[in-house]
């Protein structure tokens, strides 16, 4: 290896720390500050998750017998139980940053994290 080449590899590693910490530092992820929930596309219950110690769980029983346990904490919000037969709305886990939701579709039950910054993905630009 020459002496220029040591040089570029050098520049080039620079380069992209440099992009890396530029780009973290100015796209740093905004905090959640509410979880909205609906069922069957209506506001069932919007919570402020910037509150300290915020530890709740909210049973939404429909009256065709569907049955889903939410668990709420400070800055994030998953659902615990479900009835619903494949159970991908508890298998998602917890959800923390603005945008993210979790959608339990036999239930017609959505959680959705929102905050100052949603991300906008690629698709839906």
């Known amino acids: 290896m020459k002496k ?5 590899l050098i520049l080039i590693a ?3 720390i440099s992009a890396f910490l530029i780009t973290n530092l100015l796209n740093k992820e905004k ?3 509410f979880v909205e929930i609906t069922v069957d596309g209506k506001l069932y219950d919007k919570l402020d998750l910037r509150q300290q110690d915020l530890k709740k769980t909210i049973k939404i029983q429909q009256d065709d017998g569907k049955i889903n ?3 709420i904490e400070t800055g994030r919000a998953r659902v615990k139980e479900a ?3 494949d159970e991908v709305c508890v298998n998602t886990g917890w959800i923390d940053s603005p945008g993210e939701t979790v959608v339990c579709l036999p239930n017609k039950v959505v959680i959705k994290i929102i905050g100052e910054s949603e991300d906008i993905d690629g698709i839906s630009y």
């Open 4 to 8: 220029g080449d040591i040089i570029a």
């Open 14 to 16: 620079v380069a992209i």
């Open 69 to 71: 346990i939410i668990e």
């Open 83 to 85: 009835n619903c037969p």
């Open 31 to 33: 905090s959640p500050d």
